[in-house]
């Protein structure tokens, strides 16, 4: 096991300077003037352009650019944005906000999925069986970008069932829509990777020899074939969790909550790669970390699977 998780963190590094690499650059190919995105409309001296181009190492190239980021990281400066802010303090304020809301549609999504699914399993080919299958197309087929401006409009603004934006200091009850929202892009295919899983276990030999020695079906179900039906489902939820925080993107800007989706949104579009970069970054390692440690409960949940 110790050896599995030194040749993870190893992979993991490789991984870090890869991905951080390739958006860098994809920022710097996507510039254009990124001073002039900054201000707007607005015009600027050339005395103030030569000084941010100078403070951004923006007259320098790609590599030059890389390694000044890359050095800055490594000494746990991730720098300034274009709008003259500390990128550390930037985190500070928005990462609070991303990780509550993210937490709040994963524990909707993971409770809604697996009760479905369960129950989808345990009734397959019935009537609510074959429902859960058309919410779940209807679900696959719209996207977050479709789905959030459609909840804000009928429930937040139209209804007035649940706060149309949220605040720093949202509340629980601000940020259930953005949530609920947010959940619908991993409720699918956790719903269906569950009730397949639990189908596949309940014709599993295992299970009708414990029903062959008169274990009750409700203990046979929620001790043996839960177990076992889990760990794919605990597999996608760490996946899940790097799309929740991917859509949190378009969740965030459309209900207008200062986390890291909107500061990302807000960022490529004004050009502002120090910011992008950076947010990106702490992206990577926690999916990273967030993917050793499914890997670690795959283990813990499957006694035959061992790690050299």
């Not at 009750?216 to 597999?235: C, E, F, K, Q, Y």
């Not at 579009?269 to 890997?295: A, H, K, M, Q, Y």
Request: glycine residues 6%.
């Amino acid at each position: 096991m110790f050896r599995y998780i030194v040749r993870r963190l190893l992979q993991m590094v490789l991984t870090f300077f890869g991905a951080t690499f390739l958006v860098f650059a994809l920022m710097f190919a996507n510039q254009t003037d990124p001073i002039q995105a900054l201000v707007g409309e607005r015009p600027i001296s050339e005395s103030q352009r030569i000084a941010l181009t100078e403070r951004y190492h923006l007259d320098e190239g790609f590599f030059m650019q890389y390694w000044y980021y890359i050095k800055g990281v490594l000494t746990g400066d991730f720098g300034t944005s274009m709008t003259g802010r500390k990128i550390a303090d930037m985190m500070a304020d928005a990462w609070p906000v991303t990780i509550k809301l993210a937490i709040i549609a994963m524990i909707i999504a993971v409770a809604f999925s697996i009760t479905v699914g369960v129950y989808s399993a345990l009734k397959r080919g019935g009537l609510f069986d074959n429902v859960s299958l058309v919410v779940t197309l209807v679900l696959l087929a719209m996207p977050i970008v479709v789905i959030a401006p459609l909840a804000q409009l009928i429930f937040g603004i139209q209804l007035g069932w649940f706060s149309p934006t949220a605040t720093r200091d949202a509340t629980l009850w601000q940020l259930l829509l953005p949530a609920i929202v947010l959940a619908c892009i991993v409720i699918a295919p956790e719903m269906r990777v569950t009730r397949t899983s639990v189908v596949e276990n309940l014709r599993a030999d295992y299970v009708r020899t414990a029903r062959a020695k008169g274990l009750n079906r409700m203990r046979v179900i929620w001790v043996h074939v839960m177990r076992n039906s889990l760990i794919p489902v605990v597999t996608l939820i760490g996946v899940d969790l790097g799309t929740l925080l991917s859509g949190a993107i378009v969740t965030e800007h459309v209900f207008n909550i200062p986390g890291v989706g909107f500061n990302l949104a807000r960022a490529i579009r004004t050009e502002d790669g120090p910011l992008v970069v950076g947010f990106v970054s702490i992206l990577v390692i926690l999916v990273l970390f967030i993917n050793l440690l499914v890997d670690l409960l795959y283990a813990a949940l499957d006694p035959r699977i061992r790690y050299e």
